[in-house]
């Protein structure tokens, strides 16, 4: 069961023995160029260098399966959002317009299609850098990463709680449903909706009380331990960097290089094959 829980797993791999620091920076750094960028060519680019480190990071898919499937819908969704309500706006964003099919209002470009694409290739590499990010980084030593960027310590400290919980919850919800499942609770795609949705009830109520009451013993420890007195504090998982984190500052300030550089070769965001 552990396989499929969602979180942070130590691994013997490059990635996992970068700093939480090194991987924060790159992380922010290239989802901020590439949600910048509207050059295809770079973003194909940055498509292809997530899905060599999610490789490289030895992450299976089954563990982030369900929030690739989550991902997905809400990217489709969004897309055919775009399209009912804005379906000209890539014809306006591109200066021309080859029509595909449909007329007036309706009507569909190659431009409309293109820019969709783009975004497309957005939500593409920035989720297997947000997965490469949250599961090679221990919760402990992200806080740290998110301190030393700048981010208060207490909101870094809840960041790494809501990290390190998240298979405990997971957790919990397996173990409520194989309970209310022996109680005759029917869960399953066999059984109809309004008994799936029954079900799921008696799952999410225990649930909630139960991570409730997880979030009130620890907030009591915490203000016992007096935490929030000092301005500043140290962190169990703290590593210094050493030459692979180096190396991957300094590989994200090419591509960040890079990205800025086609914005002035193209005279802006855009790369437009339509001219």
């Known amino acids: 069961m552990n396989n499929s829980l969602f979180g942070y797993k130590a691994r013997d791999t490059w990635m996992n023995q970068t700093t939480g620091t090194a991987k924060l920076v790159g992380f922010l750094a290239l989802t901020t160029v590439g949600m910048v960028s ?4 770079f973003l194909v680019a940055l498509v292809i260098l997530s899905f060599i480190l999610i490789k490289i990071s030895h992450i299976q898919y089954r563990e982030y399966a369900l ?3 989550l991902v997905i819908f809400i990217g489709v969704l969004n897309l055919i959002m775009i399209t009912v309500l804005a379906p000209q706006y890539g014809a306006e964003l591109y200066g021309s317009k080859h029509v595909l099919f449909g007329s007036g209002y309706w009507t569909i470009t190659q431009e409309q299609l293109f820019y969709e694409l783009n975004l497309l290739l957005k939500y593409v590499f920035s989720f297997p850098l947000s997965i490469v990010l949250l599961f090679t ?4 030593e992200f806080a740290s990463g998110l301190n ?6 207490k909101v870094s400290y809840a960041v790494a709680l809501t990290l390190r919980y998240i ?15 022996a109680r005759g609770y029917e869960i399953s795609k066999k ?9 799921a009830v008696q799952i999410i109520l225990p649930l909630v009380f139960s991570s409730l009451d997880r979030i009130d013993t620890i907030s009591q420890a915490m203000e016992l331990r007096r935490f929030g007195r000092y301005n500043k504090r140290t962190w169990y998982q703290d590593q210094k960097f050493s030459g692979r984190d180096f190396g991957m500052i300094i590989g994200t300030l090419i591509i960040v290089a890079i990205g800025i550089l086609l914005v002035f070769q193209n005279g802006g965001r855009l790369w ?4």
């Open 191 to 199: 059984a109809s909706l309004t008994k799936r949705m029954k079900g």
């Open 167 to 181: 298979p405990d919850v997971q957790s919990d919800y397996h173990t409520i449903s194989l309970a209310q499942q």
């Open 137 to 140: 980084t221990n919760p402990s």
């Open 67 to 69: 929030l690739l499937k």
């Open 272 to 275: 437009n094959p339509f001219n």
């Open 148 to 153: 030393k960027i700048g981010v208060p310590y």
């Open 38 to 41: 509207y050059d295809t060519r």
